[in-house]
């Protein structure tokens, strides 16, 4: 069954290319880490000043490095291995009637079909925006 996964995310990776998506998600882990890294640092250096300027530091850094916008399929490439699983499983009950032998079989089938390709793009937009919390951009 991996193979049909596979096909799932080439497929959504192909509607994400049409559309030339982009998303910029918040990393917000990543922006409290560095502004604890960076408090615990400028108090260790400048003792209670060093903790605020630190904690500002550390903040304004997270602040510039978060919501870059990056390519759609380039994000799904990223995704583990479970939230890949997640993903493909929802896009799966939407082309759960279709016979298809390869990726190439199931994109064709999908993009001939307006319709269906609007609720796969729908489960697309609806995981990015909910499960990661992202913001999207279409290219003109």
């Given at each position: 069954m991996?193979s ?49 300027a ?15 916008f ?7 490439m990223?995704?583990s ?5 997640k ?7 939407v082309v759960?009637?279709?016979d ?7 994109i ?31 290219g003109?």
């Open positions: 991996p049909r996964v596979d096909d799932v995310m080439a497929l959504l990776c192909h509607i994400a290319t049409e559309k030339r998506m982009e998303a910029a998600y918040t990393h917000s882990r990543r922006g409290a880490m560095l502004t604890f890294i960076s408090s615990v640092l400028g108090g260790m250096l400048a003792g209670p000043p060093g903790i605020a630190g904690g500002a530091v550390g903040g304004l850094i997270g602040w510039i490095t978060s919501g870059q990056k390519s759609v399929p380039e994000i799904l990223e995704l291995a479970a939230e890949k699983q993903l493909s499983a929802e896009a799966m009950a759960k009637n279709l298809w032998t390869d990726s190439r079989h199931l064709a089938l999908v993009m001939s079909n307006s319709a269906l390709r609007d609720k796969v793009l729908g489960v697309l937009v609806s995981y990015l925006t909910n499960e990661l919390k992202a913001q999207l951009k279409y003109e």
